[in-house]
């Protein structure tokens, strides 16, 4: 697959992820290894807690949600660079058994006055199977113009 230039994009450009399930021993390994808290990995704890179960660390929704983006390779083999994460936010529990559905729109491109680049900025909000925002989150991201 070729690559898209910063010339391709347009704001209001968008695409849809493909939807991924949540697993629950995925949860807690990851969890386990970077946010060890009881609503992550403690069925029992989690249970007698305010969110009565196991919930998915926002760190790990957000990591799927990066995995969901290169995995479906919108700009082909352009090399990207990100520069930050604006607004991210956790809107709602992400449980062990939820399919997730990314959606990405283009916000913003503007080229650099000077180098063969710019940047691009995408909002993202992400939904469970009830349709209900779990994540949002605004990337920015330098990308090649053409010369």
Do not use: C
């Not at 493909?18 to 249970?47: G, K, L």
């Not at 559905?101 to 992400?126: C, D, F, H, Q, Y």
């Amino acid at each position: 697959m070729s690559g898209l230039y910063l010339d391709d994009l347009t704001p209001g450009d968008s695409w849809t992820g493909t939807p991924f399930r949540i697993d629950e021993a995925e949860v807690i390994a990851f969890a386990q290894s970077y946010d060890a808290q009881p609503m992550h990995i403690d069925p029992a704890a989690a249970a007698a807690g305010r969110f009565g179960g196991i919930i998915a660390s926002g760190w790990h929704v957000a990591s799927l949600v990066m995995r969901d983006f290169i995995t479906n390779n919108p700009f082909g083999d352009t090399p990207l660079l990100g520069i930050g994460i604006d607004e991210l936010r956790w809107l709602r529990p992400v449980r062990p058994g939820d399919t997730l559905l990314a959606r990405r729109e283009i916000a913003a491109v503007r080229r650099s006055a000077s180098k063969p680049v710019g940047t691009v900025t995408m909002r993202t909000s992400v939904t469970n199977q009830h349709d209900e925002p779990v994540l949002t989150m605004t990337t920015l991201m330098q990308f090649p113009a053409r010369p």
